[in-house]
């Protein structure tokens, strides 16, 4: 069955500091794979996705992913946050076939800021 | 993409009341999906609702607790009954991007800004 892992829960970091959340999922198939991110009192809105080709994609807001097939990862970075960048963040997965009823969501990630 | 709106943005219940959540997006869809997301949790679908039938729940939810309505392509509601506090819960409305990459869906999904539930 596919699933998605976060291992991390709660991850601080000063501000102008680079980030990395890291994403395992497992999956039978090339997948197609989500990060979202929810800021408080928010729905989840999409930062960026990867379906083929290129395995390091761009999102918006300055964050950027990587698929590394070999190790079934796909980790988000950004290279400096700045504080508006405090939230929960979600790795998900699917298989761009079948409805969104079948995407799974990790267990999220909470970004705090460090002043 | 799509905008949509969700209404009551939070509110306050009482145990064995029932609450009804609105959904109305800004584009004709054919599904819309309900998640719940328990404090400090994920999302976890609860139902995928089609213009015309009834609405597919997923495994763990059933039509008596959260039934829906989707009386057109733009709107649909969701209610929560006989709540209890294990009911607390964001309640999100989603919709699936329209668009295809080579033929195939995108699977990006679109949220309301989601109903903030607390039983008391």
């Known amino acids: 069955a596919q699933s998605v892992t976060q291992p991390d829960i709660h991850i601080t970091v000063s501000e102008g500091a680079s980030l990395e959340l890291r994403c395992n999922y497992s999956?039978?198939?090339?997948?197609?794979l989500f990060w979202y991110v929810q800021s408080p009192g928010q729905g989840l809105q999409l930062l960026l996705k990867?379906?083929?080709?290129?395995?390091l994609v761009q999102g918006i807001k300055g964050f950027e992913a990587e698929f590394k097939r070999s190790q079934s990862s796909f980790n988000l970075r950004k290279p400096s946050v700045h504080w508006s960048d405090a939230a929960e963040y979600f790795c998900?997965?699917?298989?761009?076939?079948?409805?969104?009823?079948?995407?799974?969501f990790g267990s999220g990630t909470r970004l705090s800021i460090r002043p | 993409s799509a905008v949509i709106s969700q209404k009551p943005s939070r509110d306050i219940c009482q145990r064995g009341t029932s609450l009804t959540i609105q959904c109305q997006v800004d584009?004709?869809?054919?599904?819309m999906f309900w998640y719940r997301q328990q404090p400090g949790q994920s999302l976890t679908l609860i139902a995928t609702?089609?213009?015309?039938?009834?609405?597919?729940?997923e495994s763990g939810f059933v039509i008596d607790k959260f039934p829906i309505s989707r009386p057109n392509l733009t709107f649909s509601t969701l209610t929560v009954s006989n709540m209890s506090p294990e009911d607390s819960s964001i309640y999100l409305c989603?919709?699936?991007?329209?668009?295809?990459?080579?033929?195939?869906?995108?699977?990006?999904?679109?949220f309301g800004e989601g109903s903030r539930l607390t039983v008391l």
């Open positions: 609702a089609n213009q015309g039938s009834e609405a597919t729940y």
């Open positions: 990867y379906f083929s080709g290129d395995t």
């Open positions: 584009s004709q869809v054919t599904m």
């Open positions: 998900a997965v699917g298989d761009g076939y079948s409805s969104a009823s079948k995407i799974i």
């Open positions: 989603s919709v699936e991007d329209s668009s295809r990459a080579w033929g195939r869906a995108t699977g990006e999904l679109f």
């Open positions: 999956y039978g198939a090339t997948p197609y």
